[in-house]
């Protein structure tokens, strides 16, 4: 008697325009495939974050695995080498992937675009299945957009002027509502890889580059892993040569942090690098040791710069151990976005970016993050300067850094404090950033800088932490859910008055305004801010 065939991938949403082009049915196969194979690790692995933070609220401490140590100790192992495409990355810029990001960011002079179905992305089906055939279009060199506000034409430059693509798909926390297999929703990280690499592996060797990843949100060298296991997976049902792909890990979440060595080593035959991603990071801290006394609350989000202590071991960790293994190590984001209108504003931005890059470069990181195109030559100079005609500074192995495992979580070393001008700060982005998110945007311009979904989670999490922590403000007044509500109320009214009533009316700031202040007032904390906007989002 034959086996029973599977049940097919039902696609729960509105048909959209050219979809056909990517749902095939071969890709969807291969979706529903990475589904029912690794789908159960995944739901584990979720199941072991849950544990690992519950022992960090019983012991408000991190240390190095004693599991690992023979990996941390064995200096003779490296990860492969980095194709060319990717053996130069001094500026990468960073954006979702509609059709004039695309184009602009692949024409920005970055050696990399980060194509982003993440943080910079709202998972509407429309970003997630337009954004798949952006890129499929932009590779057949079939894309060019036309603005309907300015009547300007966008267009590829030639081929080798173009960045080359690193995608990163959604974190392993996140379904997709939208595609279901087996009656299961569908980890958006196999959506956002499935069909990508099933459309684009082979195009991508044909054009001399590959299938590259940035793998976002990662807790554990477990994780890393898995996704090693899918790689392996992909390129054998495709017929694509082993080591193929590549990947790019952010450490953006403090358990990472005490697992770089690990997670390369799982990684190693498909590994490029590390990132340094700044506000996930942030928020990972607060999430973690958010009942851990007053030693772990944060300050304003915008006093906790790089040079702090804590994160100034972090960054050179980040770096010794990537160029120990071959690996390259990139920086932080610039998230300014230039005013148009007031160039005292840009003067001032811009030397904090070209500060900011400089020290990067001088620690030996090998590339950068940029929000905008007009910061690609500020940080291109920063790194130049450093690098030469030299694709990377990998030779710079930073022997000199001895970072101890209390070091990456002594948040007390820094002397700054809450204020309450750093309250109405989270509670302005909160919002503004919330109602762009559920109006489908997911990179957003907000007081001059490019805000995402990092954004939006240190917030709502600095919110949450300071009542907890019955913090004080340098005013007199203490944070409690009351002070917090009546910020959000006076900030809900100031929009109303800077946009006016019917633009207040046709947007979601209401909406926006009560799901930020549940988050962070809800006395059981969210893991993730995007899992309860996500049963909000229309689309």
């Keep these: 008697m034959s086996a029973p065939a599977p049940s097919p991938v039902v696609i729960d949403a509105e048909p959209l325009p050219r979809q056909d082009e990517v749902l095939t049915e071969p890709a969807l196969a291969f979706v529903a495939e990475l589904h029912r194979r690794f789908t159960p690790r995944r739901d584990e692995l979720l199941a072991r974050r849950t544990e690992r933070r519950a022992e960090i609220a019983r012991t408000s401490t991190l240390g190095f695995l004693p599991e690992t140590a023979a990996v941390r100790a064995d200096g003779t192992w490296r990860v492969a080498p980095a194709p060319e495409a990717l053996n130069d990355r001094r500026v990468e810029i960073t954006g979702p992937t509609d059709r004039k990001m695309t184009i602009n960011a692949l024409n920005s002079g970055a050696k990399v675009w980060l194509a982003d179905f993440e943080d910079a992305s709202a998972p509407t089906w429309e970003n997630v299945v337009l954004g798949q055939l952006n890129l499929i279009d932009a590779y057949t060199r079939a894309i060019d957009f036309t603005d309907p506000a300015t009547g300007k034409t966008y267009a590829l430059r030639p ?94 979440t403090i358990t990472a942090a005490y697992e770089m060595d690990a997670i390369l080593y799982e990684l190693r035959d498909h590994a490029s690098g590390l990132n340094a991603g700044r506000w996930d990071y942030l928020f990972s801290i607060v999430k973690n040791f958010r009942d851990g006394g007053a030693r772990f609350v944060l300050p304003d989000r915008n006093a906790v710069t790089m040079t702090a202590p804590f994160m100034r071991a972090y960054t050179e960790l980040l770096v010794r151990t990537c160029h120990k293994r071959g690996a390259h190590a990139i920086g932080g984001m610039a998230a300014f976005i230039p005013s148009r209108r007031d160039e005292e504003v840009n003067r001032v931005a811009f030397e904090k970016v070209k500060a900011d890059k400089d020290r990067e470069a001088d620690d030996g990181f090998d590339g950068s993050w940029v929000a905008h195109p007009d910061l690609v030559p500020i940080a291109m100079a920063s790194f130049d300067r450093v690098l030469g005609d030299r694709p990377n500074q990998k030779d710079r192995l930073r022997a000199d850094v001895d970072v101890k495992a209390a070091d990456l979580i002594a948040v007390d070393s820094l002397d700054a404090k809450p204020t309450y001008a750093g309250l109405v700060n989270a509670v302005q982005v909160g919002i503004r950033y919330i109602e762009a998110w559920l109006r489908g945007l997911g990179a957003v311009a907000i007081f001059n800088l490019m805000e995402d979904a990092a954004t939006a989670e240190i917030s709502r999490s600095q919110i949450w932490q300071w009542i907890n922590a019955g913090v004080e403000f340098e005013n007199g007044e203490k944070a409690t859910a009351d002070l917090a509500r009546k910020v959000a109320a006076e900030e809900l009214a100031r929009i109303r008055a800077e946009i006016g009533t019917e633009a207040f009316a046709a947007g979601h700031w209401q909406q926006a305004h009560d799901l930020l202040l549940k988050v962070a007032l809800d006395e059981d904390y969210a893991e993730f801010l995007t899992l309860p906007a996500y049963e909000q989002l229309a689309g």
Excluded at 188 to 200: E, K, M, R, T
Excluded at 218 to 240: K, P
Aim: glycine share 8%; hydrophobic share 45%; no cysteine.
């Design 159 to 252: 081929d080798a002027d173009l960045a080359t693509v690193v995608m990163r798909p959604r974190g392993w926390h996140l379904n997709d509502r939208h595609l279901l297999v087996d009656g299961e929703q569908v980890p958006g990280a196999f959506v956002d890889f499935g069909l990508y690499f099933f459309h684009n592996a082979r195009r991508l060797l044909d054009l001399g580059k590959g299938p590259y990843f940035y793998l976002p949100k990662t807790e554990s060298h477990l994780e890393a892993r898995l996704w090693n296991d899918v790689f392996v997976f992909a390129q054998d049902h495709l017929g694509i040569p082993q080591g193929t792909i590549r990947a790019t890990v952010l450490i953006e």
